[in-house]
């Protein structure tokens, strides 16, 4: 296989299975340092994992040399890496682009919201700190969030795609924002529409029926006279 048919670094972690979510971000955006400013703080390893994503020859690590086995680790800071610059790169205009592609295809699913009508949904992060919540899936119909069906997604680190991305998105692109639906889930008890407070009204029956049978199993019972022969 010649050189200009090898996969890059980049086209391998996106293809794998679990990461439909991330785009290829540029390796433009990725050699200039401005962009990762800070990255460095959050990432081991941080100089050979980012060779690695660029396909670079591997920077000398004294303690990766000492230590063949921990390569391991710095493919581990490799994903950690890209997906922190995932997560700036798809605030830009160019990432919005590739997101905005994967939108259309669907790449990110639907809403599992009957009356969102099968909405596409897109990419977030309930924090933007790693390793505090997996990626979840926003619809802009309802304006909530879920989480991804398949069990692939679940280990996907939510700030690999940050908490504003979704908004960045459609404040750019206002057009593609879809209307909200204003149906909503009525539920009935035989054809009647069921009270807001029903289920209220009911538990409090049901917690004075049980005091009272607390009381009355507490009473004491009448003395009674002793008899004699």
């Known amino acids: 296989m010649s050189s200009s048919e090898e996969v890059s670094w980049i086209s391998w972690f996106c293809s794998l299975r679990g990461n439909e979510y991330f785009c290829e971000v540029d390796e433009d955006y990725i050699q200039d340092k401005f962009n990762l400013t800070g990255l460095n703080e959050h990432v081991p390893h941080y100089r050979s994992a980012l060779d690695m994503i660029l396909d670079f020859e591997p920077t000398r690590d004294d303690e990766i040399d000492e230590n063949p086995s921990q390569s391991d680790l710095v493919e581990q800071a490799a994903e950690m890496l890209y997906g922190m610059i995932h997560a700036r790169y798809i605030m830009t205009n160019r990432g919005i682009s590739q997101m905005i592609e994967k939108y259309h295809q669907g790449d990110f699913g639907h809403c599992s919201?009957?009356?969102?009508?099968?909405?596409?949904?897109?990419?977030?992060?309930?924090?933007?700190?790693?390793?505090?919540?997996?990626?979840?899936?926003?619809?802009?119909?309802?304006?909530?969030?879920?989480?991804?069906?398949?069990?692939?997604?679940?280990?996907?680190?939510?700030?690999?795609?940050?908490?504003?991305?979704?908004?960045?998105l459609f404040m750019v692109h206002p057009e593609l924002r879809p209307q909200k639906n204003p149906n909503n889930f009525v539920p009935r008890l035989y054809g009647f529409k069921i009270h807001p407070l029903a289920y209220q009204y009911q538990l409090q029956a049901a917690q004075r029926h049980q005091q009272q049978q607390q009381m009355n199993g507490t009473r004491p019972k009448a003395q009674q006279k002793p008899h004699y022969k």
């Open 113 to 168: 919201r009957v009356f969102c009508e099968n909405q596409l949904v897109l990419p977030i992060g309930l924090s933007d700190m790693p390793g505090e919540s997996m990626v979840k899936l926003y619809c802009p119909k309802c304006e909530d969030v879920y989480t991804p069906k398949s069990s692939r997604h679940h280990h996907v680190d939510g700030c690999y795609f940050g908490s504003g991305f979704p908004h960045m």
